[in-house]
């Protein structure tokens, strides 16, 4: 017998189609892990999970693919759900995966921690970004749905401790598929047209689906961007979303975040009444100071009794004249008994009286006083002064030595 | 003398510098006391300001322009 051979696209779709009518593999999960992740320029991603003995080949075409809430990465371990059927042109089998699940956390969930890291490596959540936020705003933009319980909570919150800030809300939806471009759209808006100097956005809280508009990756680029300073008010306290990460100051409650906007009224006012009682204090005390300068001047004597001032003065010069007159007299006194005793002294050396006791200046011709027997020879003419007269006489003999 | 046209900000910032240079008591008295009335009238247009304050709480809508209206808000 012969047999009639088939080609090969013939015996591919013949298993092609045993397959396809296979009730089990029509709708099949297959636990696994993720190797050779690949995102084709197509849209479509390929990959092989595998286990420790055995590989499976899958293709996830674009459509579903777009609907993933994560990025699937080799080596993450997945429940990939679809149907097994043979691709004819390599006459292999592969999974069509229809949707992913990582294994382990929600797809939320590794979305939320991909995300995160992806921004963190970018810087948005640098600490040297963060900028400072207005003490006293003047107008605070609140980014939120304009029903429900955040937007009273914000608005009651801000009248109460701060009514001096407009309030200029922009609703936006905060959950649904809409929500993350109304919102990065809403924070855009109110940057183009400077509507306010602080920006609140937010909602209350639910469930990691209702919040998941926060986690969206155009509202973290939004408020990264903003130039208005942005706090994060979303959901309760436990509930982090990537907002709060990119956001200026991340408030556990949209109340929460209104109170770390504004300035609470009564603090304010006592801090007024603090002012005014030092200032009272600092004048009053630079008062007393002046005042008692004033009286320290005024208590002295010659404020109190000037004309004694003037008296006492006046005595001092007394004295001082009085002890001006002793002096010059003393030293007169002193002057005059000088010149007495030189005087005394003078006449005692007059030669006059010298002469009168008998003896006599003898001079030559010339008028010189002969005070030797060698000055003089015989014959020489000299004058012999006397008290009362002068001696013309002659040298008649010489005789040396003394005659006492 | 206070100035009209400061912001509650700049009374408080002026505020406290007048308060430092009172208490630290350097200027001359006559100086001191027109800090002291500038100060006092500072702390009364504050306390006005507070007295006066009324929260205003509008809504924004994009108008066709796309320039903001402002509208009155109502809760929903």
Not at chain 1, 22 to 35: A, K, N, P, Q
Not at chain 1, 289 to 307: F, G
Request: aromatic share 6%.
């Amino acid at each position: 017998m012969e047999r009639s051979a088939v080609s090969v696209t013939e015996l591919n779709n013949h298993i092609k189609d045993l397959l396809d009518a296979d009730f089990f593999l029509s709708g099949v999960m297959v636990r696994g892990e993720i190797s050779n992740y690949k995102l084709y320029p197509s849209g479509h991603h390929y990959f092989t999970l595998k286990d420790a003995e055995s590989s499976l080949r899958c293709v996830m075409f674009k459509g579903n693919a777009s609907k993933l809430r994560f990025t699937p990465e080799s080596g993450m371990s997945v429940t990939a759900v679809g149907r097994v059927s043979v691709y004819p042109r390599d006459g292999a089998y592969q999974l069509y995966c229809t949707e992913l699940l990582p294994l382990g956390m929600g797809d939320l969930h590794v979305a939320f921690e991909q995300l995160k890291e992806k921004l963190s490596k970018e810087g948005l959540f640098a600490p040297e970004h963060k900028k400072p936020l207005p003490k006293f705003p003047q107008t605070i933009a609140v980014i939120t749905s304009s029903a429900g319980a955040a937007v009273r909570d914000i608005i009651r919150v801000l009248g109460k401790r701060w009514p001096m800030t407009k309030v200029v809300l922009l609703p936006v939806r905060v959950q649904g598929a809409e929500a993350p471009a109304e919102i990065a759209g809403a924070l855009r808006y109110a940057n183009r047209y400077k509507v306010g100097d602080l920006i609140i956005t937010g909602r209350g809280g639910g469930s990691i689906e209702d919040l998941w508009a926060f986690n969206d990756e155009r509202v973290a680029r939004a408020i990264y961007e903003s130039e208005i300073p942005v706090i994060s008010a979303v959901g309760h306290e436990p509930d982090v979303t990537i907002a709060d990460y990119v956001a200026d100051l991340r408030a556990a409650t949209p109340s929460n975040a209104a109170e770390l906007a504004v300035p609470d009224v009564s603090e304010i006012r006592d801090g007024l009444d603090a002012c005014r009682i030092r200032c009272s204090q600092a004048m009053g005390k630079r008062l007393s100071i002046a005042q008692s300068r004033v009286s320290d001047l005024a208590s002295r004597r010659v404020m109190q009794d000037p004309v004694a001032y003037i008296d006492q003065k006046r005595q001092l010069l007394d004295s001082a004249a009085n002890a001006l007159q002793t002096r010059y007299e003393r030293g007169v006194d002193t002057k005059k008994q000088q010149f007495v005793r030189l005087a005394a002294s003078l006449d005692a050396l007059s030669p006059i009286k010298v002469l009168s006791r008998g003896y006599a200046l003898t001079t030559d011709s010339g008028g010189k006083a002969v005070c030797s027997v060698k000055d003089v020879a015989r014959g020489d003419s000299i004058s012999v002064t006397l008290a009362d007269g002068r001696l013309s006489c002659t040298v008649d003999g010489l005789c040396e030595g003394s005659v006492l | 003398m206070a100035n009209k046209k400061l912001s509650f900000e700049q009374s408080l910032e002026r505020l406290s510098e007048i308060v430092k240079l009172l208490e630290r008591g350097e200027a001359p008295l006559n100086e001191s006391l027109k800090l002291f009335d500038e100060g006092t009238a500072l702390i009364a247009a504050c306390q006005q300001m507070l007295d006066d304050a009324e929260q205003k709480v509008i809504k924004l809508r994009k108008g066709d322009g796309g320039e903001p209206e402002e509208l009155p808000f109502e809760e929903e």
